[in-house]
């Protein structure tokens, strides 16, 4: 799951560059504390988690084409 990540790293970086930020949280690492809005739905969800602006989207797969269609539909509302 981290390669399909950073692939999307990459290639958002690429189509974006500045303008969209993508991180890949590892919920096992101390890097997880800082997201408490997030720690508070995860009973409730199923993992891989995307979250965009803050809100959870999409869960339970990487769904690529999905996250590059809501991203490039907040960045056309900008």
């Known amino acids: ?3 399909e990540a950073e692939d999307l ?5 690429e189509k974006y560059g500045d303008r969209v930020v993508v991180e890949f949280i ?3 690492t101390k890097e997880f504390d800082s997201h408490p809005q ?3 739905i995860m009973g409730k969800v199923r993992l891989p988690l995307t ?4 809100t959870p989207r999409f869960h ?5 084409d999905m996250i590059k269609d809501a ?3 907040l960045l056309a509302d900008k």
């Open 1 to 3: 799951m981290k390669d």
């Open 9 to 13: 790293i990459r290639d958002f970086k």
């Open 26 to 28: 590892d919920i096992t």
């Open 38 to 40: 997030i720690k508070e």
């Open 51 to 54: 979250v965009i602006n803050g």
């Open 60 to 64: 339970g797969g990487l769904a690529v």
């Open 71 to 73: 991203v490039e539909g």
